[in-house]
C-alpha cells in the first residue's frame, strides 16, 4: 500500500492512492452498467425509467381488476347454484308434504281407510 503525501500551506495531507484507485473504479463500472443497461443519456434513463414505472403499475393495476371481477363472478356464480339447491329443496319438500290423490291406484290410507271413505256430492240446486 502506498501512501501519497502532500504538503499544502504547511500541513501533510496523507491520500490513500489505493482506496481512491477503488472507488474510481467502482464508479466507473457502475456508469458502464448504467449505461449497457439505460443507454448513455442520463435524461433518457430518468424518461424510462418512468415510463417503466408507469408501464408496470398499469400492468398491476390490471392483475388487481381482473382478480377482482373473476371473484365477483365466481362468488355470484357460487350464490346462483345455491339458491338453485334451495329452491330444489323447497320444491322436493313441498311434494313431499302435498296431500296424496285418493284416486291414484297405488294409495294406501292406512287406518284412516274406514273413517274417511265417504262419498260426498256437493249439488246445488238451480
Not at 90 to 112: E, L
Request: hydrophobic share 40%.
Amino acid at each position: 500500500m502506498s501512501v501519497l503525501v502532500q504538503v499544502v500551506g504547511g500541513l501533510i495531507l496523507a491520500s490513500d492512492y489505493d482506496n481512491q484507485l477503488i472507488e474510481s473504479v467502482t464508479v466507473r463500472r457502475n456508469r458502464l452498467l448504467g449505461a449497457l443497461l439505460y443507454g448513455e443519456n442520463p435524461n433518457e434513463r430518468r424518461w424510462m425509467d418512468s415510463v417503466r414505472l408507469f408501464l408496470f403499475s398499469v400492468a398491476a393495476a390490471a392483475v388487481i381488476a381482473a382478480v377482482c371481477v373473476g371473484y365477483s363472478f365466481v362468488s355470484n356464480l357460487l350464490e346462483e347454484n345455491r339458491q338453485k339447491q334451495e329452491e330444489q329443496r323447497r320444491q322436493q319438500n313441498s311434494a313431499a308434504y302435498r296431500p296424496a290423490d285418493h284416486r291414484d291406484p297405488d294409495y294406501d290410507a292406512g287406518t284412516a281407510a274406514g273413517r274417511y271413505n265417504v262419498p260426498f256430492s256437493m249439488q246445488t240446486g238451480s
